[in-house]
């Protein structure tokens, strides 16, 4: 048995060593704590557990970005011949022993199978790593996360990492039920404990009183300001964004991550602050050196009016970007070189690029249904990037007002419990197809009776099934 003091140089939580023992008992761990925690250190035990007894484990994440960044940090931990990536771009080694991938490509293996038993893309695996797998409150994607627990096999254990949910153990006991035993091991403990602010026209603020129970006395009767009516003139109104950025250099909050809800918004916040420099003397000549280094291997990656700014220690990070100039922000982050980083909410997913303060811009956000605010557990999420283990005494959370939204909202959010997940479980055309050519029209009924869905359904008639 791999003893985790030998492989880990650092003292581990409780609940990291509740989990480790679990799996070295054979059972599936759910494992809820809060991001930035270190959920992902049981992750990486069942890999260093499966390597020693000669099998394989299946990464998975919901996000291209994420994938590329564990391929990365598991090549540095194992080895680069021990390690391979499957995502819809691309594939390489992907018989290793340890293969990260998407969740929809893990869901996609399994549908050529028939359900519970071992096809040969799953041949001497013995865990799957659900990271993230809050996501199954996703609404448009979601049901993948269902999908991969109810077609897994039995025999493969299942590590699940999710950020805190306020049902938890309705999760594990689901999952204990259509795949097997299941352990639930929770955690609400942060080892950076957060700092929660405003940012207003005249500065930050705190946003909470000394007990963090609720809203700060003096911004009781604070009033937002007033939103611009038709045919007034454009007035800059409330905190700017330039003004932020200068105001957390000033108090000594950087490294941030800045999150703007569009690709387009942190384009263009990188070049609202392109003509401040965010770093010293010693920091700028280290940056071009590393830069110049990426330039001459990668002429073609540039991102012209990006350039310049990267220098300073500022950049942006989204979904549009190539990847190869994405991973060169996340390094150069992750080194402290980059003081501000313009982000998508997708950043918030597990990426690990750790700041000192989280600003979150907006705290409502545009979706399908029209605009509405965020829930609590999307700002507990982008929060919990705030603060550095071993670096940061507390994490600051910052939040901009604007004319829609202010410091009551903050704060509501800021002393919101988690939501609880819901099943986003519906079958496709596509799953029924991918279901009738290995099963049975009964089959493929009673496979989709197993969904979280239905189980959360029948919550009501468990005392008359014990009773039966």
């Known amino acids: 048995m791999l003893a985790p003091e030998t492989l880990f140089p650092f003292q581990l939580d409780d609940f990291q060593l509740d989990a480790i023992a679990a799996l070295n008992q054979g059972e599936s761990v759910i494992v809820c704590a809060p991001t930035g925690s270190g959920k992902t250190l049981v992750g990486e035990y069942a890999i260093h557990r499966a390597l020693e007894l000669g099998r394989r484990v299946f990464y998975t994440t919901p996000l291209k970005a994420l994938s590329n960044q564990k391929l990365r940090d598991f090549q540095r931990t194992f080895g680069e011949e021990n390690v391979g990536l499957l995502t819809g771009d691309s594939s390489m080694n992907r018989d290793a022993s340890v293969v990260v991938m998407t969740t929809e490509i893990f869901r996609n293996m399994l ?6 038993e071992v096809g040969i893309s799953l041949r001497e695996v013995q865990a799957v790593v659900l990271d993230e797998c809050h996501y199954m409150n996703d609404h448009q994607r979601g049901t993948v996360w269902e999908e991969s627990v109810i077609y897994c096999p039995p025999e493969i254990q299942l590590v699940g990492l999710s950020a805190t949910v306020a049902n938890g153990g309705q999760l ?4 204990d039920k259509v795949h097997g035993p299941t352990r639930l091991i929770y955690s609400d403990y942060r080892p950076v404990p957060l700092n929660f602010h405003v940012a207003v026209e005249k500065g930050i603020f705190p946003l909470l009183n000394e007990q963090n129970t609720s809203i700060h006395p003096r911004l009781k009767n604070y009033r937002k300001p007033p939103r611009r009516q038709r045919g007034q003139k454009k007035k800059a109104v409330g905190a700017t964004l330039p003004g932020v950025v200068s105001q957390l250099q000033a108090k000594d909050m950087l490294p941030a991550i800045y999150f703007i809800f569009s690709r387009k918004g942190c384009d263009k916040a990188v070049q609202s602050v392109a003509h401040m420099s965010l770093v010293t003397v010693a920091e700028r000549e280290l940056l071009k050196r590393r830069i110049d280094r990426f330039v001459d291997r990668n002429p073609e990656a540039i991102r012209a009016n990006q350039l310049e700014p990267l220098y300073q220690g500022i950049a942006a990070h989204h979904a549009g970007i ?3 100039w994405k991973s060169l922000v996340e390094e150069l982050f992750q080194s402290g070189l980059i003081k501000v980083v313009f982000a998508t909410e997708t950043l ?3 990426i690990n690029m750790p700041a000192r303060t989280t600003v979150i811009a907006s705290l409502s956000k545009r979706t399908d249904n029209g605009h509405r605010l965020l829930h609590a557990s999307e700002f507990l999420q982008m929060s919990g990037r705030a603060g550095r283990r071993g670096m940061d005494v507390e994490g600051h959370v910052v939040t901009v007002e604007s004319p829609f939204e202010g410091a009551k909202e903050a704060a ?11 099943s986003q479980f519906t079958p496709s055309y596509g799953m029924v197809l991918n279901l009738l050519q290995t099963h049975t029209a009964e089959e493929a009924q009673e496979l989709i009776e197993r969904s979280f869905g239905q189980y959360l359904a029948t919550l009501h008639l468990v005392p008359q099934r014990q009773a039966i």
């Open 322 to 324: 190539l990847p190869a």
């Open 412 to 422: 509501q959010l800021a002393l919101s419990p988690p939501d609880p997940l819901v």
């Open 348 to 350: 918030a997913a597990g």
């Open 111 to 116: 549908y050529g199978t028939t359900i519970g």
């Open 172 to 175: 594990t006991d689901w999952i």
